[in-house]
């Protein structure tokens, strides 16, 4: 199928800055959607932002003004750029993608997850 790898997690200082990467691999024959989730400890998870085909994005009020969500389609990658981190931005960040996918045969829909990367806000 298709395999999402997420990278660029870490720690930081209130205030910095962390720049997420998501790379999507396999029998691809086209990717519609993008988007950037997270989890923190003991929520549920939510929708950090999306990004169409054709580049248009959608945020969550908490990070509008904050993050930028951009893909490169040539690369089957998304990015998430986060500039004034706070700590209530610590959380598992995950990217989906969904799309069309070459079984062998046909192409078929799909939608993958990235197994997730930990971002830690803290002093």
């Known amino acids: 199928q298709v395999q999402l790898v997420e990278s660029g997690g870490g720690l930081v200082q209130p205030g910095g800055s962390l720049r997420l990467s998501c790379a999507a691999s396999g029998a691809i024959v086209s990717i519609n959607d993008m988007g950037w989730y997270r989890q923190a400890p003991g929520k549920q998870r939510e929708l950090v932002a999306t990004?169409?085909?054709?580049?248009?994005?959608n945020y969550a009020d908490s990070v509008k003004g904050r993050f930028t969500v951009s893909r490169d389609n040539s690369k089957n990658t998304i990015y998430l750029q986060m500039n004034s981190l706070k700590p209530e931005d610590t959380a598992v960040y995950s990217c989906?993608?969904?799309?069309?996918?070459?079984?062998?045969?046909?192409?078929?829909?799909?939608?993958?997850w990235g197994q997730g990367t930990q971002v830690t806000v803290s002093s």
């Open positions: 990004i169409t085909n054709g580049g248009s994005t």
């Open positions: 989906n993608a969904d799309g069309q996918w070459y079984t062998g045969r046909d192409s078929r829909p799909f939608l993958s």
